[in-house]
């Protein structure tokens, strides 16, 4: 990889990392579902008039049945459950549970479109959700002042990355990158608008809470977007999928520097073995086969 690729590479997983920063600094005055109908609301205005300069809304047009279950799966479900976390998780741990987002890619497919699975990958899986256990054991309590459900709030939120990253693959492989990340923030900013109405904050938020929301929508979705699609034509989707590894380096680094949150010894030993799970899971790593054994 080019130097400037991993560069590119770092950055995005450096705005990405943010984006759990913002949604702790936004979730608790604008509430999970209006930051996440701002959020995509404030992606699709930035997204569109990039997309109608490269004669691409004809092709969002013609594919905005696929494009809306995209929406829904991959921005509208996730983002209200990230921000729904964010009232009660740290920036890190939330980012590590995200991390699982390659786990649940490779079961989907497997289960879904009987993509086979090697004992390395198998292994991986069972690693990478050990590894989720770990984390959860002593947080995931349900009652109230708990984190359980804001633990299961970013397991479900990867789940559906997962399915929407294999129903992308099997129905929008011939729609161009860009129009899936507009027509995905477009349909799932039309989904969320009425429940933001619903659920719109009786006061008027602050600044910092505005500011935090039009980052996450301009900068951690309309430009990551654009990074991120840029770097897996370039490079390919088995090297951009190392971002997944890097996103919970920066998350911790801005909760700590900006929110001044720990990261403990339990978390870093549960983020390290998630991380090693996903890497067997997706095949960048490998356990030794037969002939290395014996050697």
Known sequence: MKSKDLSELALLAAIWGASFLFMRLGAHEFGPLAMAALRVGGASLFLLPI????????????????????????????????????????????????????????????????QGLNASRLSGLALGFAGVVFLAWDKASFKPGGSGWAILACLVATLCYGIAANYTKRYLAKVSPLTVATGSQVTAAVMLAPLAAWQWPSQLPS?????????????????????????????????????????????????????????????????????????????????????????
């Not at 009660?88 to 699982?100: D, F, K, P, V």
């Not at 600044?207 to 654009?226: F, H, K, R």
């Open 51 to 114: 997309l109608a300069a490269r004669q691409g809304l004809g092709e969002l047009l013609r594919a905005w049945r696929p494009l809306m279950v995209v929406g829904l799966l991959n921005s509208a479900i996730p983002f209200a459950l990230y921000a729904y976390a964010a009232l009660s998780i740290t920036a890190g741990l939330s980012s590590i549970l995200n991390a699982t987002t390659p786990l649940w890619g490779a079961l989907v497919a497997w289960l879904w479109l009987s």
């Open 207 to 295: 600044a910092q809470a505005w500011t935090s929301v039009a980052l996450l929508a301009v900068l951690c979705s309309g430009i990551a977007y654009i990074l991120y699609f840029r770097l897996m034509q370039r490079v390919g989707p088995t090297n951009t999928i190392a971002v997944t590894f890097l996103i919970p380096v920066f998350a911790v680094l801005w909760g700590y520097l900006f929110l001044a949150e720990a990261f403990t010894l339990h978390m870093a030993a549960g983020c390290a073995i998630v991380l090693l799970g996903t890497a067997l899971a997706v095949g960048l790593l490998r356990l030794p086969g037969r002939r290395m054994a014996r050697a």
